[in-house]
């Protein structure tokens, strides 16, 4: 019965990635109330954006993910660089440097991803108690750190999913 159990819960993508995004989410969550001024709400979206759920290439996917957050991040940075007064043609010149670079490193099927992260150093006001100099780079701190941990989330579950699989005889596609 138990390992039955067991079989349901490792077998089924719906209640893995269920499992992994209450992770995620109570992660994020103690850490938004642990540094409430370090805008760590953005840490919740990238460590959603970057879990996978179960399958064969779970780990590829959050990999890629992590790796166009950055990309987006860093885009939104260069751009803050050369315009710190955020304009439509800021944002297009973020939104063209985004898919330049996706493409290039060979995650443009994950360009949507990068897109949404430039979007969050861009567009939301840059306002914190610490000045708006450094809004920013908290902000790309802040979903370079979500990626990170949804990507941790991610392979730690697979690596115990797999052990869970072989333990119960389950193939493991």
């Not at 953005?42 to 399958?55: F, H, R």
């Not at 490193?105 to 450094?134: C, D, K, S």
Request: hydrophobic content about 50%; aromatic content about 8%.
């Amino acid at each position: 019965m138990f390992a039955n159990l067991i079989t349901r819960i490792i077998t089924s993508p719906v209640t893995i990635y269920t499992i992994r995004c209450t992770i995620g989410l109570a992660i994020g969550y103690a850490l938004l109330l642990q540094f409430p001024d370090y805008q760590l709400i953005w840490t919740i979206i990238s460590i959603m954006l970057v879990i996978s759920p179960e399958g064969k290439n779970s780990k590829k996917l959050s990999v890629e993910r992590f790796k166009s957050n950055l990309v987006g991040s860093i885009a939104g940075l260069i751009c803050l660089e050369i315009q710190p007064n955020v304009n439509f043609y800021v944002c297009l010149l973020g939104v063209f440097i985004t898919i330049l670079t996706c493409y290039f490193f060979n995650i443009l099927n994950m360009a949507r991803v990068a897109l949404v992260a430039l979007l969050i150093i861009l567009i939301q006001p840059h306002t914190t108690e610490m000045g708006v100099e450094i809004t920013p780079v908290i902000r790309t701190l802040s979903v370079t750190i979500g990626c990170l941990i949804g990507l941790l989330i991610t392979v730690f579950t697979s690596i115990i999913i797999r052990s869970l699989k072989r333990h119960y005889g389950i193939p493991l596609k």
